[in-house]
């Protein structure tokens, strides 16, 4: 990117830019000793087909080293429909795990102790629901709630700009969003209530420097939105989370990282007026991104992964998924999952990088992109806040048309070469052939056995339990009631992802997208 090609450090300030690591900025991380005194979570990304073959995989990366759980579900799932709608044909268990009901999500923790692993749920619309079964399952394993750690991703906005697996409109998702928070403020006391996503912000064609902003702009939105329902800005900042994608620049991924945790301590204690200083920090997830694997030369991914997630670490991550090489052509087989692991595993015990809290602290490159960053990013904050702040950028199509521009630029440098790719337009092999590789394969059976198991819960559940517990939803979304309490009610007579989605459609009813271009 041309505007950190040359390094001017006459703005930067060690004193206030840097400050030490574990103190306000927190431009060097959140803690004193950051490795060195507790490494990342390795947390895989997992899921796919039935809750049981699930299940078993993520019983298997707990056998390798694996600290924590990180949920796929499938299409269906995310998008409120159950497996046997007719949308759902054709995507049951393909790029994720079906969950329809309490029966499901029991088996997908089966023999997994609840308050002694640590889950992450990527989910989004569907958020309530999930973390509702997932506390119905841990009552079930006799559990105290207060006892569960983890986070559910909820983070609604970033699917009208970037995904597209929303529901409802974007006001009525906001205050889905703030019910999670109030529950769980209440519940939940380890639980992170919303990761906040700019890894899908980057995947859909955003620049380093858009998905800083973005991904703030839907964060001040949330915290706005918690503000406005009464909610404690020391308690809520608290339990923010986020997610950021590892790209290809190495440099400048470790720049963006630190700019991003120093803008967001400056807009939490400035514009928010948090005092708490654990509400001023970014804590955040790291993935390694899937839109620069190919499918050629497959085995070249591990390379791209392992550069990736050492950019993450070395920009100060909480958390880490790296990337199976095999996932430009399907979802991981068992093989390259342990590779992926065993990736972040060598960073950890080999490199020698977490043997120095802040290994790139004063490095010229480093810090003039930094500062690059974060000026950039708040002038697009500064522009979305004049053009009526988030959600008027979101109806209005402003943040996807910039996604858009950049996605297009980004692909044409990639077609006319001036962006190499090895082994896509550069370095290739002769045939010009993705490479052969045995990848993993959904069964047929899945979606025939999926809806089988779904049809035996309606069948075996008590109608007249059911039904009330289902008014409940629909009443408490009319009302204003916290909607997290009603649908545990109502998973736990039995009810469907599905009919709970549709319970709520009948109040906030379902958000048509218009046109960004």
């Not at 409120?80 to 054709?90: C, E, K, N, R």
């Not at 839907?218 to 406005?228: G, N, R, T």
């Not at 049809?455 to 007249?464: C, D, E, L, P, Q």
Request: glycine share 8%; with cysteine.
């Amino acid at each position: 990117m041309s505007t950190f090609n040359r390094l001017d450090l006459a703005d930067w300030d060690p004193s206030a830019q840097l400050g030490l690591p574990g103190e306000y900025p927190f431009t060097r991380g959140i803690q004193p000793t950051m490795y060195r005194g507790r490494l990342w979570s390795m947390r895989q990304y997992a899921g796919f087909a039935s809750a049981e073959e699930s299940n078993a995989r993520y019983r298997y990366l707990l056998d390798h080293g694996v600290t924590g759980l990180s949920v796929a579900f499938d299409l269906p799932t995310q998008m409120g429909y159950d497996s046997d709608h007719p949308l759902a044909a054709g995507e049951v268990g393909r790029v994720g795990v079906a969950i329809d009901s309490i029966d499901d999500m029991a088996s997908l923790f089966d023999g997994i102790p609840l308050d002694r692993v640590s889950t992450s749920m990527t989910i989004n619309a569907t958020a309530i629901i999930l973390l509702s079964l997932y506390v119905a399952v841990a009552k079930r394993q006799g559990l105290s709630i207060r006892s569960l750690s983890g986070t559910v991703q909820n983070d609604i906005l970033k699917e009208y700009v970037a995904r597209g697996t929303y529901i409802f409109p974007p006001r009525p998702s906001l205050r889905i969003v703030t019910d999670i928070f109030a529950f769980c403020e209440r519940e939940l006391p380890q639980w992170n209530t919303i990761s906040i996503s700019g890894y899908h912000i980057r995947e859909a064609g955003s620049t380093a420097v858009q998905e800083v902003a973005f991904t703030f702009a839907d964060a001040i939105a949330y915290v706005e939105a918690a503000v406005a329902a009464g909610l404690d800005v020391n308690q809520v900042g608290q339990r923010l989370s986020f997610f950021f994608n590892a790209h290809n620049n190495f440099l400048e991924e470790i720049a963006k990282f630190r700019a991003a945790r120093r803008l967001w301590a400056r807009i939490m204690r400035d514009r928010f007026h948090a005092t708490n200083l654990r509400a001023q920090q970014l804590r955040f997830h790291t993935q390694t991104a899937g839109s620069t694997l190919t499918a050629q030369q497959p085995d070249n991914n591990i390379v791209r992964v392992a550069l990736q997630a050492l950019a993450a670490v070395l920009g100060g991550t909480q958390s880490l998924h790296c990337n199976g090489r095999d996932e430009a052509l399907a979802l991981p087989t068992e093989q390259s999952a342990r590779i992926a692991l065993r990736t972040q595993q060598i960073i950890a015990a080999e490199t020698g990088v977490i043997n120095t809290v802040d290994p790139v602290a004063g490095s010229y490159a480093i810090e003039t992109m930094t500062n690059a960053i974060e000026r950039e990013a708040e002038a697009i904050l500064d522009r979305i806040q004049s053009a009526g702040g988030t959600l008027a950028a979101i109806e209005s199509g402003l943040i996807q048309r910039d996604i858009q521009e950049s996605a297009y630029r980004a692909q044409v440098a990639v077609d006319s070469g001036d962006a190499i790719v090895v082994g896509l337009n550069r370095f290739t092999d002769a045939e010009g052939e993705p490479a052969s590789l045995d990848t993993l394969r959904i069964h047929p059976d899945v979606e025939r056995r999926q809806i089988e198991r779904l049809r035996a819960v309606r069948a075996s559940r008590s109608a007249a339990t059911w039904r009330r517990a289902l008014d409940g939803v629909s009443t408490a979304a009319g009302d204003g009631s916290n909607l997290v309490p009603a649908i545990i009610t109502a998973v736990e007579s039995g009810a469907t992802v599905g009919e709970v989605s549709d319970a709520m459609r009948t109040v906030f009813g379902e958000y048509v997208e218009t046109s960004a271009v």
